[in-house]
């Protein structure tokens, strides 16, 4: 198991960005695929962003591609998903996870077995 803590979200206009963090601890953060996924009110849990332990492999959905960015800095044990040009249609709670890096099913929620809190993203219009 990994223990994760996001930071970072926060209200902020359409048009603005965010920077979520998510500290890891646990020897073996290096060794996971992390992900990050968000939930709207009333609706399921969906996949935003995967990075695979190398960091040379990233992977978005299409509703956030070429507006979020995620990295990991493995001596830090942290991933970090930047968000820009943000749009009220994102807005969610934004959680941090981590799972096995093995297989090419990085969106589907079962493959990842840590989850952090969850951090409020509000984008105004």
């Known amino acids: 198991q990994v223990q994760l803590v996001e930071s970072g979200g926060g209200l902020v206009q359409a048009g603005g960005s965010l920077r979520l963090s998510c500290a890891a601890s646990g020897r073996t953060f290096s060794r996971n695929r992390m992900g990050w996924f968000r939930q709207a009110p009333g609706k399921e849990r969906e996949f935003v962003a995967a990075?695979?332990?190398?960091?040379?492999?990233?992977y978005y959905a299409d509703s956030v591609k070429g507006r979020f960015t995620i990295s990991r800095d493995n001596a830090e044990n942290t991933v970090y998903l930047q968000m820009n040009s943000l749009k009220p249609e994102d807005t969610a709670v934004y959680y941090c996870?981590?799972?096995?890096?093995?297989?090419?099913?990085?969106?589907?929620?079962?493959?990842?077995?840590?989850w952090g809190q969850g951090t409020q993203v509000t984008v105004s219009s």
């Open positions: 990075i695979f332990w190398s960091g040379a492999s990233t």
């Open positions: 996870a981590a799972g096995i890096d093995s297989g090419s099913d990085y969106a589907a929620t079962g493959r990842y077995h840590s």
